[in-house]
């Protein structure tokens, strides 16, 4: 299964304040300063890997999928792909939605955003700030559904 990840005040605390951790290689985040990541981040997607998933990120942002790779690496972990604005306006179109799971071949999204909840055709579980992401990627917890129309 492709599983993707949306970066701001999902994985990285950017409007929203959460507890982030130290990354796995201290070495090379002193070299790159990378951005930090949620508490949970690295044994959520870690347990994603070893169940056979890819590991992806999508984002909206217009950082480089190299940078994107880099930070995640700092955390030792190895990303199969990343679809930054660039990638999905190229693919998907300006006049699309924000976000197309479908598009990219994603099975899976966990976003912030209840827009993209709402556009994501049940592809999308939506991260309260408070989440515990690892319960949530393991499944222990419920997801906060989207809301109906």
Known sequence: MRVAFDLDDTLIPCGLDFPT???ALPWLAWLLRPEPLRVGTTAALAALRADGHE???YTSSFRSALSVRL???CYGLWLDG???QQRHDARVGRGGPVKDPAAFGV??????SVAVAEAGGGRVVLVAPEAGLA???????????????
């Open 55 to 57: 590991l992806w990120v």
């Open 21 to 23: 951790e130290a990354p």
């Open 135 to 149: 319960a949530l990627v393991e499944g222990r917890a419920r997801p906060t559904p989207a809301p109906r129309r």
């Open 82 to 84: 990343v679809i930054n």
């Open 71 to 73: 930070t995640f690496l």
């Open 107 to 112: 099975d899976l999204l966990f976003d912030d």
